[in-house]
């Protein structure tokens, strides 16, 4: 059984790592997360406004955003709050580095092209294997167009590729006009990976003290079904590797994923829930499950279930649309009409 994959240049023993989360700060968890099998280390995100604030792009990020209200500048963390400084963060990848005998993938999270990307060198200095480029930007200003925002993102790749010599994955939120066309872009930009997808976190209102309610909820399986048809859409149709973060939680769920057209699948939920060991039962299921299927590589299930031999996937997405809207109906003890 080979569940050999191959990821932003590293060959892996199969795509099962854990995502960006705060499991890297601890170096007991990351060697137990080596000893569940882990194929890869992804650190969780060094912030732009962290990097930002330490030289003179501070004062402009803060001023953009002090122009529209005052205080404005508050809504971030202060430094002592972010999980580990630029400092902490480059010799946290040393000592996974020296702890663990697995390929260390950074993360820069960020929006604009500035000072803040010389990082992205630093990190690679560091012995980072690989590099993801975590582009979370919510659009609000309606006098920004769709061309403005993705310009900005591929510029922002453009400038990553140009400052280190290692692999770059871009980690993207589903909502852009033209995904496949934007994919397309960044992979001309020099993208070397795609991550589908990024969760937006979503505040609720306290009616009571008029306030924000902000909360992280874990992913569940349900949240699988968008990557899954971005896979199965962009699989052969844009040369970079894939990656699915968000909603995998079990052997089935890291099979689609593979069947869709991923290369790498990672897992940050189901391990918080669950510990690192976790990691390990998933895949053991996942091996079990194509054995039983007479499955004899990775190679063989992956893009399986892709678009890639469909003449018009707009068309065919089209058409399941309409059979799903117009096959529905309501279980008989459910129907309130006659």
């Known amino acids: 059984m080979d569940l050999t994959t191959h990821y932003l240049g590293l060959t892996l023993p199969h795509p099962l790592m854990p995502g960006a989360s705060p499991m890297v700060d601890d170096l007991d968890t990351v060697r137990r997360l080596e000893d569940a099998g882990a194929a890869a280390i992804v650190m969780h ?29 508050s809504y971030l963390p202060s430094p002592v ?10 010799e946290q990848i040393q000592r996974i580095k020296a702890a663990v005998r697995l ?15 010389r990082y992205a060198g630093l990190l690679q200095q560091a012995g980072a294997d690989a590099l993801e480029l975590n582009v979370y930007y919510l659009a609000t200003d309606p006098d920004e167009t769709a061309t403005t925002v993705e310009t900005r993102a591929v510029s922002m790749v453009a400038a990553v590729k140009r400052a280190v010599g290692i692999p770059v994955a871009v980690k993207l939120s589903p909502f852009f006009s033209s995904f496949a066309g934007f994919a397309r872009c960044l992979e001309e930009a020099g993208a070397d990976g795609l991550v589908l997808f990024n969760r937006f976190y979503q505040a609720d209102i306290d009616v009571e003290s008029l306030e924000l309610m902000r909360s992280l909820h874990l992913s569940d399986p349900s949240e699988l079904l968008l990557r899954l048809r971005w ?9 970079t590797d894939l990656a699915v ?15 869709a057209g991923a290369s790498a699948v990672q897992m940050v939920s189901a391990l918080l829930k669950n ?10 299921a996942m091996r079990e499950w194509m054995e039983e299927h007479e499955y004899d590589s990775l190679a063989q299930m992956k893009g399986s279930m892709s678009l890639r031999r ?3 996937p707009a068309a065919y997405e089209r058409a399941n649309y309409v059979q799903i809207l117009q096959g529905w109906a309501a279980p ?6 006659p």
């Open 103 to 117: 390929p260390v993938i950074a993360s820069l999270n960020g929006v604009t092209e500035g000072g803040w990307l």
């Open 310 to 312: 469909c003449p018009d």
């Open 275 to 284: 510990g690192p060991e976790h990691l390990g039962v998933v895949l053991a």
């Open 45 to 73: 995100s060094l912030f732009e406004e962290q990097l930002a604030g330490e030289g003179p792009a501070s004062l402009r990020h803060v001023d953009a955003h002090a122009e529209s209200f005052p205080e404005a500048s």
């Open 231 to 239: 896979l199965a859409i962009l699989w052969g149709r844009v040369n």
């Open 332 to 337: 008989a003890e459910d129907r309130s009409w």
């Open 81 to 90: 709050e972010y999980r580990l400084g630029p400092h902490a963060y480059l």
């Open 245 to 259: 973060t968000g909603g995998v939680h079990a052997a089935s769920d890291a099979i689609k994923a593979v069947m």
